[in-house]
Nanobody, 121 residues
């Protein structure tokens, strides 16, 4: 089975930076888009950023200009550089990937278990 593992979360002060990483592993044939979502307590899950296989990016309005998403296709990883963090960025951040495995002809969406990001003074 496919596994997505996030890393890089933690506690940071307002104005600080964090870099999240996510590695996809398993019997992966091809990965379409990869992305980051977040969910704060009592809130709905929202898109943070996504990136296509060709490198086209999409960002949520609240993070534009502060966050940057990137990917390494050779390593099946996606990264999220988060700068100028605000308390409102506090949430569990989830990695996602739409991919095919060798035993399927269909693309499916997979999720990581999430990593906590806390922005507080």
């Amino acid at each position: 089975q496919v596994q997505l593992v996030e890393s890089g979360g933690g506690l940071v002060q307002p104005g600080g930076s964090l870099r999240l990483s996510c590695a996809a592993s398993g019997s992966i044939f091809s990965i379409d888009y990869m992305g980051w979502y977040r969910q704060a307590p009592g809130q709905e899950r929202e898109l943070v950023a996504s990136i296509s296989a060709g490198g086209t990016t999409n960002y949520g309005d609240s993070v534009k200009g502060r966050f940057t998403i990137s990917r390494d296709n050779a390593k099946n990883t996606v990264n999220l550089q988060m700068n100028n963090l605000e308390p409102e960025d506090t949430a569990v951040y989830y990695c996602s990937a739409r991919l095919r495995t060798y035993d399927s002809n269909w693309y499916k969406l997979y999720w990581g278990q999430g990593t906590q990001v806390t922005v507080s003074s």
